[in-house]
């Protein structure tokens, strides 16, 4: 890219960058403030609209609870005022209750059919009435229902005085004696065949009702033969529809358990007068006796009890309620709330609940692993809040259980519908953005006319120069360390040139002490030997990496042949700090030590002497050497050491496992020329294996900074004992390596193994 270019980007730089960021910075603050403004308020909206719907299902349980109590307790009194009556203790007659200008407390909305549309067709009750059907119990009724204003009807009043707007139907099941029902439908709901289109006839619409309630049967004596079958295959038809409806009844009353005394609750089950979801309280009646007389029921709503319904339009139009099971941890739908008109004030906001039927439906099942969750709390007892999809929807569920037959309350409503006030505050900030970005963006058009203009202009008193420099550090590039630039001038392409000037010697003087340290790192690596020796009864191994170019570790192997003993020291020796210093002192042990081992002496003494040269050599410079020695005699089962302030050598045995450390007194070589030292020894039996290692091993760190340590530098000499020496030491050297991973290595590594054979040693390097 040219200067031009360059200054172009400069000034663009200088001038409208700041203006650009501050423009930038602005429009990002502001479209942070409304994202944020909006997550407020979306997590506001959740949070209250989650509580609130929590309170109404955690209010509904409390307020079911209470009504339960309420409705088993007055239809407990209801069964005592029959058993009085019964007994003859309690006199009532349904003229005694006769009042014409009295009001019904009875919701004329709840009695009504639904047909394929929708639509709910109110057909009234009669609250001064009951219906009676005659015929023992526990079988279909062989008679015909019968409306009447029986002895019981005020009994029965009484209690749906008290909560008429709660019950629907009461039921009582004599013994041997039929069935009551109150209040009284019209006797042609008992013939109502459910089809789609919801059309049905009456009870006896079949056989022709005349006006005085007697049939055509009754009036049949002047009717033909003909006639007569047509009127048989009608009643026919008649009877299985009050068979059908029959079953329906007996649903609504089933037994309560032998032997049982108490009021047991029954559904959600289907009204089948009314096709509405009802649950049914059913309590035994006992005679003085103790004896069973039959049963008496409450028909209560569903929604009577469950009244989330009436309150779901106000948070969301598409809110839906459910009331579920838990069933091997998923949510069986037992009902759900569907919108219905209320026949009678025409209510479109009415929501009742249907059941879900016989087959098996559960809710949620393929939204996610939340569900499980919430089955789980509910099967605690437990309420709560969940954000989860329904449908693929993102959702807001409140649940919570609600102490009946195992039911549970779910509130569920579309998170979309909640957050809609906090998208649209987030919409206007982003559009009052976009018009700030286009108003930005014309400004910064003139800007950049005007900077293109001016950066050609200043670039042409520039690039000459520039270009001289190029060409001169293109020759220092290519080796060329005389090349000058002479580029003249105070401002900083003047200093540049300078700097390039002073570049070439100190180029040279860079690239002659490389080539220094080539040479020193050669000739050290020379020094150390190529390969381990054979040695008879040894396997001999040993390798030394430097984390510089030079480094202060090394490894020797010194052959003996004194007075017809052919021995062979093996040494490690750690000199401290690294680089050349450290380097040149190693050399100068090593020369020490071979030229002392050409003598005769036990090792001691040729440590003694080696550390009388060094300690003139260190004097004064803080350096010193660690040292260990150690002494194998060809054939023999001897093995002899010195320890100079080195780490100790390890003896391992694999047959039993045990490792020993070769001890030994002993202070670093370089720091006392009048230091005496010490040769110990022990037997080494085949399989054996010495190991010596430097302190570069077990203080090598990881990238996290964590030291290697010996106790898993033993373990790698137990892990890696069955191979043979060479591959053992790079074994445990590819350990080091991948404990280090790309961290540094911080100081030089040696390791040393010798292993114990029974046969001549042969040269493991």
């Known amino acids: 890219m040219s200067i031009r270019w360059k200054l172009f980007i400069l000034l663009l730089l200088v001038t409208l960058a700041p203006i650009l960021l ?111 059907f005659q015929g023992g119990w526990g079988r279909w009724w062989a008679g015909r229902p019968e409306k009447t204003d029986h002895p019981y009807v005020p009994i029965f009043r009484e209690s749906f005085n008290e909560y008429g707007e709660m019950l629907m139907w009461t039921l009582y099941a004599r013994t ?57 295959r009608g009643m026919e038809g008649m009877h299985e529809d009050m068979r059908r409806m029959w079953r329906g009844i007996q649903n609504l009353l089933p037994p309560p358990g032998k032997g049982s005394t108490k009021t047991v609750w029954h559904g959600p089950m ?38 989330a319904g009436v309150h779901l339009p106000d948070i969301s139009k598409s809110m839906q309620a459910y009331m579920v099971n838990v069933e091997g941890g998923r949510l069986r739908i037992v009902a759900s709330t569907v919108r219905r008109q209320n026949p009678v004030h025409g209510d479109e906001a009415h929501m009742g609940w249907r059941l879900s039927g016989a087959e098996a439906i559960y809710l949620g099942e393929t939204d996610g692993e939340g569900v499980s969750e919430i089955a789980a709390d509910l099967t605690d007892e437990k309420s709560g809040i969940a954000v989860q999809p329904l449908g693929g929807r993102e959702s807001i569920w409140v649940y919570a259980p609600v102490g009946l037959s195992g039911l549970h309350l779910i509130l569920v409503a579309p998170e979309k519908d909640v957050v809609a006030k906090a998208e649209a505050l987030g919409d206007y900030v982003e559009n009052r953005i976009h018009g700030q970005v ?166 001691h003494a040729i440590v003694e002497h ?40 390890l003896l391992f045995d694999p047959a039993t496992g045990a490792m020993t450390e070769l001890m030994g007194p002993g202070v670093s070589l370089g720091v006392d020329d009048d230091l005496t030292y010490e040769t110990r020894g022990v037997d080494i039996a085949p399989g054996q294996i010495v190991v010596v290692g430097t302190d570069g091993i077990w203080e090598m760190r990881s990238p996290g900074g964590e030291m290697y340590g010996k106790e898993r530098f033993h373990e790698a000499v137990r892990r890696h004992a069955h191979l043979d020496v060479r591959q053992m030491v790079d074994a445990i050297f590819d350990d080091l390596y991948a404990y280090l991973g790309h961290a540094p290595q911080e100081d030089d590594i040696t390791l040393l193994i010798i292993k114990a054979t029974d046969e001549t040693g042969t040269n493991a390097g």
Request: net charge negative.
């Open 22 to 132: 501050l423009r930038l910075n602005a429009q990002q603050s502001m479209r942070e403030v409304g994202d944020d403004l909006a997550e407020r308020t979306s997590s506001a909206l959740i949070e209250n609209v989650g509580d609130s719907l929590k309170r109404l299902v955690e209010d509904h349980a409390r307020l079911l609870k209470r009504e339960r109590q309420l409705l088993e307790t007055t239809l407990e009194l209801q069964s005592s005022r029959i058993s009085q009556f019964n007994a003859g203790r309690l006199f009532l007659h349904p003229s005694a209750e006769r009042d014409t200008d009295r009001t019904s407390v009875l919701d004329a909305g709840l009695y009504c059919n639904s047909t394929a549309t929708g639509e709910c067709v109110a057909f009234g009750v009669d609250d001064s009435k009951l219906v009676e």
């Open 176 to 232: 041997g004696k039929g069935l009551l029902l109150y209040p009284a439908p019209p006797l042609g709901v008992f013939n109502q065949e459910w089809r789609d289109d919801g059309v049905s006839g009456g009870l006896y619409g079949g056989m022709g009702m005349m006006q005085d309630g007697s049939s055509m049967m009754q009036h049949g004596m002047g009717m033909s033969r003909g006639m007569m079958r047509g009127m048989m």
């Open 270 to 307: 289907q009204d089948p007068m009314t096709g509405r979801a009802v649950f049914v309280i059913v309590r035994p009646l006992l005679s003085a006796a103790g004896e069973a007389e039959g049963r008496t029921a409450f028909v209560v709503p569903v929604n009577a009890l469950f009244h």
């Open 438 to 603: 286009r108003t930005t963006g014309i400004i910064l058009i003139f800007a950049l006319a005007a900077i293109l203009a001016v950066s050609f202009l200043l670039s042409r008193s520039m690039t000459r120069r520039l270009k001289i420099l190029a060409r001169q550090a293109r020759r220092l590039s290519e080796g060329d360390f005389d090349a000058r630039s002479d580029v003249g001038g105070h401002d900083e392409i003047g200093e540049l040139g300078r700097v390039l000037d002073n570049t070439g010697p100190a180029l040279s003087e860079h690239v002659c002490i490389k080539e220094a340290l080539n040479v020193a790192m050669e000739v050290q690596q020379a020094l150390l030997p190529d390969g381990s020796p054979a040695f008879d009864g040894f396997e001999i191994a040993a390798r030394c990496d430097y984390s510089d170019e030079t480094g202060g570790d090394f490894y020797d192997f010194v052959p003996r042949s004194i007075s017809d003993e052919t021995t062979l020291l093996a040494v490690v020796g750690d000199v401290s700090g690294h680089g050349i210093p450290a380097a040149l002192l190693m050399s100068s042990a090593r020369a020490y030590l071979r030229s002392r081992a050409a003598q005769p002496g036990p090792p």
């Open 610 to 649: 080696v550390n009388r040269q060094l300690s003139g050599d260190t004097f004064g410079t803080g350096q010193f050497v660690t040292l260990m020695l150690i002494e194998l005699n060809a054939g023999g089962r001897e093995l002899r050491w010195v320890r100079a302030g080195h780490e100790p050598a």
